[in-house]
């Protein structure tokens, strides 16, 4: 089983030194990402759940672990979230199956994760 909350701390890691060292092309992409986000015709949330197919369809983990954060935030039901991998899945066939099942333990614990309380030990 991978540890998806590790990946994603990882993956955060090195998205705040590429986006701080990276200059404009970088600074431009998260302009991009800023301005197709968010509530238009679409919801902030359908707009994450096609981004999860799509990064279950280009196998890509790091989008799989950012789109699935994101859709936890939102309150993404595990039910829509099947839903979207299940369209990834019609249109990539067997490989996206794979990501499928790893995009889905990831949101399994994502939503299972227990916030640690300030002054916890």
Do not use: N
């Amino acid at each position: 089983m991978t540890d998806w909350l590790a990946l994603e701390r990882e993956y955060v890691a090195r998205a705040r030194t590429l986006y701080r060292d990276g200059g404009a092309p970088f600074a431009a992409f998260r302009r991009l990402v800023q301005a197709s986000g968010g509530d238009g015709v679409l919801s902030h949330k359908q707009k994450e759940l096609i981004a999860l197919g799509i990064a279950v369809h280009t196998c890509c983990e790091g989008c799989i672990v950012f789109h699935t954060r994101a859709l936890v935030r939102l309150g993404a039901s595990r039910e829509e979230v099947l839903e979207a991998l299940g369209v990834a899945v019609e249109m990539g066939g067997g490989p996206a199956s794979i990501y499928a099942a790893k995009a889905l333990e990831c949101y399994d614990q994502m939503t299972a994760e227990v916030p640690v309380r300030e002054g916890a030990a």
